[in-house]
């Protein structure tokens, strides 16, 4: 398979991941912790994800088809996960049980939503199967490669949330609180996306 698959295949990921977009996410999720529980949180994010891609990409089309779950209803059910947390973020419930109870404290946002369906949703699960088996190129090599393309994608959504103190200090806390509702009503609508298009991929509509 010529490098510009592999390429092909980073720019796909990197689209569908998406670590840009995140960074406001990510700030808006973590909120109020210092820059060493982002780093943790981020890094525990980005390693859990990486995890998952890697057996989606290994055994996903066997392990679904086992299971006996559709990419459909895959997509549906992250939908529905997300649209929980953009309630959260819209109304402030978050925060507000934050501030109430003790326990909140230690709320990590590490396994959901950022690992996932935010950084390794069905999406990105669908392109990992479609990448490494649905491709003309096969072996061990082409799965390594297709492998190591995600790793680097994943490792640049960590760089980001690095930054992500930077960029909150230069909006400050007004400019956060106006980003987390605006973020709150994309990803409501994002998740309602993921639900139509499960809903589509059943035949439905």
């Known amino acids: 398979m010529e490098p510009q698959f ?39 994010a980005c390693l859990i994800a990486a ?16 299971i006996g779950i559709s990419m459909p209803a895959f997509r549906i059910s992250g939908g529905l996960l997300l649209f929980i947390t953009a ?9 507000q049980r934050r501030e109430g109870q003790q326990a909140e404290a230690h ?20 392109t990992m199967i479609l990448l490494v088996n649905n491709t003309p ?3 061990i090599a082409h799965t390594l490669i297709i492998h190591l393309v995600m790793v680097v994608v994943i490792i640049s959504a960590f760089l980001m ?5 930077f960029i909150e200090r230069l909006l400050g806390r007004t400019g956060i609180v106006v980003i987390t509702r605006l973020l ?3 990803l409501a609508a994002l998740s309602v996306q ?3 298009d499960g809903i589509r991929g059943t035949g439905f509509l």
């Open 6 to 44: 592999y390429f092909t295949a980073f720019v796909t990921l990197f689209v569908i991941i998406d670590p840009i977009a995140l960074v406001p996410l990510f700030i808006a999720l973590t909120r109020g912790m210092t820059q060493a529980q982002r780093t943790t949180i981020g890094l525990r």
């Open 107 to 126: 709320h990590d946002p590490s396994v959901f939503p950022l690992a996932t369906p935010l950084l390794a949703g069905p999406g990105a699960f669908t």
């Open 194 to 196: 993921f639900v139509l």
């Open 51 to 66: 995890g998952l891609l890697t057996l989606f990409g290994l055994f996903g089309d066997t392990l679904l088809n086992t």
């Open 184 to 186: 709150g009503m994309l």
């Open 87 to 95: 309630l959260d973020m819209l109304f402030e419930r978050r925060t």
């Open 161 to 165: 949330f690095l930054a992500a103190g």
């Open 137 to 139: 190129a096969t072996g």
